[in-house]
């Protein structure tokens, strides 16, 4: 078997399904497993993976273990030449994993750890797609809201090149480097066991690559809240790395203890978006014309058409269209009053992310009236 797709789910059941029929697309020609691992999740996402993917392998952990201590199941089961570590708020391309196998192909010789360029779901491009190593200088810098150093800002956003970390949203790599790297730090339940396992695989001798021409939508705020808890669990894993892998100054281990020991007293942490009335329409040349006329809803030949001065949600019928036409159009379409939605396969509702800080939108048919919601 070439490929194992390991996916780590924790209640975003309808992101889930969106995900996964992303990447049945993206294995169709490729010997491959998907694995999906439940950390315990109070939706009904596993009974969804069991009715509509009964060919999927489920994990259902009977408690919410982490992210580093779930993902290492792997070992276990996954059967792959390669891995891909992949994130349940993820859509892929079809072309994705044949991208990736090619690339990492090619790069035999010392391989480590590849990543792709990731956007979110209204198709910014995530700067944390590439990161320098966080020395303590750096690090510093990004505490006190300087993170022009923290990012690799130095490698262009579409260019494939060797880079020092790589996001946990997706990591492709060979068994063979897992299973030799153990895995992720079961140290870290959450945050920073990305950058321990590629700064494990540059200190074996391997090199980590950054993939610019291969694209992927990264909804973000879906597997991960933004909040004072979330704040709390970054900066105590960068401690714990910084521990691990450096000595830790004085100075330093005072300024993380401080600044995670003020995140409950500082106000109104929480990203503050303002909600706009939105108008939802289909592109024309991306859906299903006879499915529109039944649900009475509107068309446009394109995201031009659209009034300047009005939101709207352009949904991708996915009953109609590709998930590499959609992820084309979201990443080259620069629209600020145009937001993204997806409609997942034989589903009655629309899913999709308009701000990367906090949770995304799931819409039922039946919430909506007059095709404006919110």
Known sequence: MKLSVVILNYNVRYFLELCLQSVQAAL????????????????????????????????????????????????????????????????????????????????????????????????????????????????????IGRSKSYYAHQIDEFTNAEVEVLPGALMFLKRSLYEDLKGFDESFFMYGEDIDLSYRAKQLGYKNYYLGTSTVIHFKGESTIKNRTQSKRFYHAMKLFYKKHFKLNFFFGTLINITASLIPYIPKFNASV??????ITFLKPYTSLKWLEKKNLTTVNSIEELPKNIYYDVVFDLNATDFQSAIKQISTTKYKFITYKFLPK??????????????????????????VYF
């Open 28 to 143: 169709k020609d490729i010997p491959s497993e998907i694995i999906v691992i439940d950390n315990h999740s109070m939706d009904d996402s596993c009974a969804m993976v069991k009715a509509k993917f009964p060919e999927i392998t489920l994990i259902e952990n009977e408690n919410n273990v982490g992210f580093s201590k779930a993902n290492n199941q792997l070992l276990e089961v996954a059967q792959g030449e390669f891995v891909c570590i992949l994130n349940p708020d993820t859509v892929v391309a079809e072309n994705t994993f044949q991208n990736l196998l090619q690339f990492s192909e090619a790069k035999s010789k010392n391989l480590g750890i590849v990543g792709c360029r990731l956007i979110d779901g209204s198709g910014r491009f995530l700067p944390e797609s590439k990161r320098n190593f966080p020395t303590v200088s750096v690090a510093f810098q990004k505490l």
């Open 274 to 279: 303002k909600r706009k009335i939105k108008r």
């Open 346 to 371: 034989k589903s009655n509702y629309f899913v999709g992310s308009d701000f990367s800080v906090r949770r995304g939108e799931v819409v039922h048919f039946d919430k909506f009236e007059n095709r």
